[in-house]
């Protein structure tokens, strides 16, 4: 059963003859133990379908569906809730507050969403799972580029949501860690059962996906798992 | 209230220096203020410790007690009870070998009148005769003793210092209690009709029956004080300015430091943070600077106050420099609008993929 659902989603930027289309009659849906990949070049339209998807920007048209719930039915701060409980963001850069330790990355979560969360123990698993157990006391500017997008992983996976979104997690990495990044969300969807969806254009990660999908110009459609590696589209 | 004070903690210097800002402004105003009111208790000590509450003086004389000049006939119906004093004021300069000379104020009082009745004598006694004064304290810091002769203007007279009285600054004068006679004397009016300068009254209606006598309410009376208008406008406008400047200050830096801290902000917001959750964030930030500037300010104006020295006009009214305080913080929230502005609408979007 898919947790999250796009139906027919259209997304047009601007107005009159600087009116772009930038997202085609989109549908795509995503069940919890699935990860996803969706590869597309610099421009198609990543970004947009994801936070479409995470309930940041409202589709021209069409309707994403969370749990059953139509998104367009929920208010502002419905949406933060939505956010803040159900959908998990993991981003390319910027994604931990840099003036927080590891720890109080999470602490800050539970003041502000005090139930619901990961327990102690759970998250003690998760983070030696992550393998940054010993960096709870650092800030992230004290961290390397794969540290920090596992604390970022952890961080989105503390509030416990059903589904986790990311954008381009391996940016900047090398082919080690893509393959060490690529195993861990493969990892979250099957022992965490979450629906993951990774929007990425780096072909190397869609060796672990359960599912492909390519974004060329907007318009969405599966792709076969070809298995190339070291194939990336030009960015 | 969690981001507030962990950032202001991993960004000691940063937040040190806005600080130091604030606190440096505060104090400035803290020490105006200070001032201010010190000035202005050396206006008015005097008179408040009358306890009048009107002056009647000549009409023409444009409410300056100095210009005043009340004949017998004028004041010839004038109904004086117990609630009513004749006041004789002179300027005059006081001498006596070895100590500074003192621009003071001659104030000629009637011994059966409530000011002299009321005068708190802190050593010596009241004065008995027409040579005979009691003169403010500042006479016993620069070295004046009971018993000392003083000679006042150029007049061959002496006059004897027979006791001390606590704040008595009239002007910023210090002053001279003595008779009516002696006034005369001083004013070179001693076979005159002259009654004296002004009649104070504790009656707010006192009214001295005559056309060419006007009465004044204390508060008026005050506000014509030559020079205490100008000067408290002058203070009030200079707090009034460092406050728009703390208001510029705390706007600036806060203003500045979200902009370079937007992303984290859309970052939160994408992560489900509420808006008001990081509108207090920086709202508890300006308050907390603010109140830690207020405080260390607070503190170094208290330092200053011990470590001034005597004769500088400074007092401190509790009242007054806590309204200041609360200023200084509403300051701090205004200053916190635009950038709290800025976060509370800031598109997570724009951050995310780019
Ligand atoms: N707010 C916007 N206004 C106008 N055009 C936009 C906006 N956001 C994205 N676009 C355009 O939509 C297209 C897809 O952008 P994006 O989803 O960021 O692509 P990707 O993530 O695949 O690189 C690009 O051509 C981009 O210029
Ligand atoms: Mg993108």
Redesign the pocket.
């Known amino acids: 059963m898919s947790v999250i659902e796009l139906k027919n989603i259209n997304k047009y930027?601007?107005t009159g003859t600087a009116k772009?289309h930038?997202l085609h009659d989109i549908n795509f849906s995503a069940a919890k133990g699935d990860l996803i990949v969706v590869v597309?070049p610099?421009?198609?339209?990543?970004?947009?379908?994801l936070t479409i998807a995470g309930g940041l920007q409202t589709p021209s048209s069409g309707e994403v569906i969370v749990e059953g719930k139509p998104v367009s039915e929920l208010n502002k701060k419905q949406r933060d809730k939505l956010r803040l409980n159900q959908v998990g963001f993991v981003l390319q850069s910027y994604s931990l507050v840099p003036y927080l330790r590891v720890k109080e990355q999470f602490e800050f979560v539970r003041k502000i969403k005090p139930n619901g969360n990961l327990g102690h123990e759970e998250l003690e698993n998760l983070l030696n799972e992550l393998g940054i157990e010993s960096l709870v006391n650092k800030y992230p500017g004290q961290l390397s580029g794969g540290q920090t997008q596992r604390v970022a992983i952890a961080r989105a996976l503390y509030a416990n949501p059903e589904i986790v979104l990311a954008d381009e997690p391996t940016a900047a990495l090398d082919s080690a860690r893509v393959i060490e990044v690529g195993k861990m969300f493969k990892e979250l969807a099957e022992r965490h059962n979450k629906a993951v969806v990774i929007?990425t254009h780096d072909t190397r990660l869609m060796d672990f996906a359960d599912q492909t999908y390519e974004?060329l110009d907007g318009r969405m459609s599966v792709r076969k798992p070809t298995h190339i590696t070291n194939n990336q589209f030009e960015s | 209230m969690y981001l507030a004070l962990k950032e202001i903690f991993h960004e000691k210097l940063r937040y040190s220096l806005i600080i130091a800002m604030i606190v440096l402004i505060t104090y400035l105003i803290f020490i105006l203020s200070g001032l201010s009111t010190g000035l202005a208790g050396e206006n008015t000590q005097a008179i408040d410790s009358w306890g009048a509450k009107s002056m009647v003086l000549n009409k023409d004389a444009n409410v300056n007690l100095n210009q005043s000049l009340i004949t017998d006939r004028q004041a010839e119906d004038a109904n004086l009870t117990n609630r009513e004093a004749v006041i004789g004021q002179a300027p005059v300069v006081a001498k006596h070998q070895g100590s500074p000379k003192e621009s003071s104020s001659f104030v000629g009082i009637k011994n059966d009148q409530f000011i002299a009745k009321n005068l708190k004598i802190a050593s010596g006694h009241k004065v008995h005769n027409n040579r005979q004064v009691v003169v403010d304290d500042q006479f016993k810091s620069d070295g004046y003793r009971i018993g000392d002769k003083i000679q006042l203007n150029s007049l061959s007279d002496k006059y004897q210092i027979v006791g001390f009285t606590k704040d008595a600054k009239l002007n910023v004068a210090p002053v001279i209690y003595g008779t009516l006679s002696a006034w005369k004397q001083l004013r070179g009016m001693e076979n005159t009709n002259a009654f004296g300068s002004a009649i104070a009254s504790k009656n707010v209606n006192y009214n001295a029956n005559n056309s060419q006598l006007k009465k004044y309410s204390i508060a008026y009376f005050i506000s014509k004080l030559p020079g205490y208008s100008a000067q408290n406008t002058t203070f009030d406008f200079m707090i009034g300015f460092l406050m728009i400047i703390s208001l510029i200050i705390i706007a600036v830096f806060l203003y500045i430091l979200t902009v370079q801290a937007l992303p984290t902000y859309a970052v939160l917001r994408a992560q489900g943070i509420p808006a008001a959750a990081l509108v207090r964030t920086i709202m508890g930030q300006s308050l907390i600077l603010m109140a830690a500037g207020i405080i260390i300010g607070a503190a170094l104006t208290l330092l200053t106050s011990r470590m001034i020295p005597i004769g500088v006009p400074i007092a401190f009214n509790v009242p007054m420099l806590s309204m200041i305080s609360v200023g200084l913080l509403f300051m701090g929230v205004v200053g916190a609008a635009i950038p709290a502005r800025k976060i509370a609408t800031v598109d997570p979007?724009q951050v995310i993929?780019?």
């Open positions: 930027f601007g772009v930038v597309g610099s421009g198609s339209g990543k970004s947009t379908f929007v974004i | 979007v993929g780019g």
